[in-house]
């Protein structure tokens, strides 16, 4: 979106730099000119309703009444964050729900329900908002989270990032758009020996029983 404002922002002056230096240098027929004109109307009116687009995206609320309005909260995360965000990576928007349903429990977990946190991503530094699970390790805590899209946030730039996913990148760069590929990239993600059947599961139980909202 940004940078859709940024090219129709250069094209702005680029229009107005030609305008200038042909009235310096040569004589623009009336018709030129109302054209030009019109061009230059239709240019700022794209401008107002991209920037007024922008302003529109406000951080969704987040429901989890069920698995769908989960589903649609999370999908709601991912359009918000797209629209919003500078230099981000799409990721694959299948596995991005299954991990979220798979390590929050839909949504109903405690580290969901009280750290807003979807994908259990832990912290090893103490001082940062946390959470201590049952077993108390007290080497590190499960996240906390202002609001659940940016646990998405988080989850989005540790997958773009991470050294660990490189594999799951590699990809994504190859135009690989079958989610069900990508499940065994994400072997570092969980300790869970049944970790991939049941991302597998879900999956095709996204596919079978759910609405996947559109991303744009």
């Given amino acids: 979106m940004l940078a859709k404002i940024k090219t129709i922002l250069q094209t702005l002056m680029a229009v107005t730099v030609i305008l200038f230096f042909g009235g310096i240098w040569y004589t623009v027929s009336a018709e030129k000119e109302e054209t030009q004109a019109i061009l230059l109307e239709k240019e700022v009116e794209q401008v107002v309703e991209t920037l007024e687009a922008i302003t529109s995206y406000t951080r969704p609320n987040f429901e989890r009444e069920n698995n769908q309005t989960f589903i649609d909260s999370v999908g709601a995360c991912v359009n918000y964050i797209y629209n919003t965000t500078t230099d981000i990576y799409p990721v694959n928007f299948e596995i991005l729900l299954a991990q979220a349903a798979l390590e929050s ?112």
């Fill in 105 to 216: 429990g839909w949504g109903n977990s405690r580290f969901a329900l009280e750290g807003k946190n979807l994908f259990g991503v832990r912290t090893y530094d103490l001082r940062e908002p946390h959470m201590l699970p049952s077993n108390n390790p007290k080497k590190w805590g499960v996240r906390v989270y202002m609001h659940e899209c940016d646990s998405v946030q988080h989850y989005i730039n540790i997958i773009n990032n991470g050294s660990a996913y490189e594999k799951y990148r590699e990809l994504r760069d190859n135009g690989i758009e079958d989610s069900l590929q990508y499940v065994e990239t994400l072997g570092a993600y969980a300790a869970d020996k049944k970790y991939f059947p049941k991302l597998r599961s879900i999956i095709k139980k996204l596919r079978e029983d759910y609405d996947i909202p559109k991303l744009n």
